[in-house]
């Protein structure tokens, strides 16, 4: 896409199109680290080329692994270290520094994977980064063992780790923050110089993904023992992953917007790579819009949303699923009564306080929206009778926040209601660079 400041999104009729969308960041990122700890030289297919997955492969390259990315065939070949990065010429004063932006698996995943090593190593990135929460993982890394701290003892980033192999044991984690805590851990674990056992306290928010990263795990030869609600987990070690060839699916959060057009649009579109049997949590946003009135078709290597009837308003906890809040947020305008979407108060924690920014953005459009704690409630801003209502709808100039799914999901509301302009367009770079000229294409039937 070209570098603009903004872009105005124009209303179209029924969308009737298929695409298929880039590789999942949540499964690049995993299968990146596991195969940089793997033993041998592993080939990812199916690689997302964005800014989160790039500040990763960076990262893994400057711990001295010759990963070669090829991003037009959208391939890694990765050698990996056998266990975690040695760097003996790092000291507390030259450590070995590393910059994730504002990618949020990069800075998790890697701060655990980094204590198995030997080394001094500088997490750090972007203002934002610098504000949000860490240290539950370094607390649960400290009960294993590790020497890790928060360098400005804010909590949050820039980490400092003091590597010199994990010893292992019990660690306690939070179960209501981030799931990205638990899975940095579950990757690391088996790396150990002893057996892990990991304990969830509380309530474990987007258990999806949890289950992603141990089918990651098991993919590259490691398995996990796991409680039945997944509040327990058991790992033996010490253990070496082992490379192979890995096929990362399409992202099911990116096809949340798509499945999100043919219901605002009352068209039909369908996603190729994904099925209900998915790896990843996020395809039961198309639950969502079922229960809203579309009809989903799940094939053995597609799913197809189709639109046309009212949608209805209703009454979900998103919390298994929570990076597609913001796509049913933009749905829920065009419903005929209130969505209220409860249980994802962690989305405050994400690249900006989603819950707040959603508010703030969707007003602009005329839309009442009520704010909870852990959610938000969304009032109907359209009628059956004219499609677009005097209840106050109308086009507005939406900031973003450098938050990249504010940006793909509210510029779905545009292509039912003209005037909306989204700013900064360009932060969609963090997982879905071509998110746009995907929108357009999708949208004129290329």
Excluded: W
């Excluded at 400041?5 to 690049?28: D, F, Q, Y």
């Excluded at 596991?34 to 080939?43: M, W």
């Excluded at 998103?318 to 990076?323: E, R």
């Amino acid at each position: 896409m070209t570098e603009t400041c903004s872009i105005e999104i124009t209303p179209v009729g029924p969308i009737h199109a298929s695409i298929r969308p880039p590789g999942s960041k949540s499964l690049t990122n995993r299968a990146l680290v596991c195969a940089a700890l793997a033993e041998g030289r592993s080939i990812l297919t199916g690689v997302l080329d964005c800014d989160d997955t790039r500040v990763m492969l960076d990262a893994i390259c400057q711990l001295g692994l010759d990963a070669r990315h090829d991003p037009a065939a959208r391939t890694v070949h990765l050698p990996g270290a056998g266990g975690g990065p040695v760097a003996p010429d790092s000291t507390p004063e030259r450590p070995i520094d590393l910059f994730i932006g504002n990618s949020g698996t990069t800075v998790r995943f890697l701060t655990a994977a980094l204590a198995l090593g030997q080394g001094v190593f500088r997490l750090d990135g972007v203002q934002r980064m610098r504000e949000r929460p860490i240290e539950d993982l370094l607390d649960a890394l400290r009960d294993l063992g590790a020497n890790v701290r928060s360098e400005a003892e804010t909590g949050c980033p820039p980490v400092i780790i003091r590597a010199n192999r994990l010893p292992g044991g019990t660690g306690r984690i939070a179960g209501n923050l981030s799931s990205q805590f638990l899975s940095a851990l579950l990757m690391a674990a088996p790396g150990a110089q002893n057996r892990v056992e990991l304990v969830v306290e509380g309530d474990l928010v987007s258990k999806p993904y949890i289950e992603m990263t141990l089918a990651v795990m098991r993919a590259f030869g490691v398995e996990v023992e796991a409680g039945e609600k997944l509040e327990r987990f058991s790992i033996s070690a010490p253990q070496t992953y082992r490379a192979r060839e890995y096929a990362i699916e399409p992202d099911a959060s990116a096809a949340s917007y798509f499945f999100a057009a043919a219901a605002i649009t009352g068209g039909q579109v369908t996603v190729e790579g994904l099925s209900r049997e998915s790896l990843q949590g996020d395809v039961a946003f198309c639950d969502c819009l079922a229960q809203m009135g579309c009809t989903v078709d799940y094939g053995p290597d597609r799913i197809t949303v189709t639109g046309g009837g009212p949608l209805r308003g209703i009454d979900i906890d998103m919390n298994p699923i929570s990076d597609t809040v913001q796509t049913l947020a933009a749905v829920a305008p065009f419903a005929d009564g209130p969505t209220r979407i409860t249980n994802v108060g962690h989305i405050r924690h994400k690249e900006t306080d989603r819950i707040s920014a959603l508010v703030a953005e969707l007003g602009k459009l005329g839309v009442k929206v009520e704010e909870r704690e852990d959610g938000l409630t969304i009032h109907p801003a359209v009628s059956s009778e004219s499609g677009l209502s005097g209840s106050g709808l109308h086009g507005a100039e939406i900031d973003t926040y450098d938050d990249h799914r504010m940006a793909m999901s509210l510029a779905l509301v545009g292509l039912r209601q003209p005037g909306v302009v989204i700013r900064d367009p360009g932060c969609t770079a963090k997982t879905y660079p071509a998110f746009f000229d995907d929108l357009a294409a999708l949208t004129s039937g290329r």
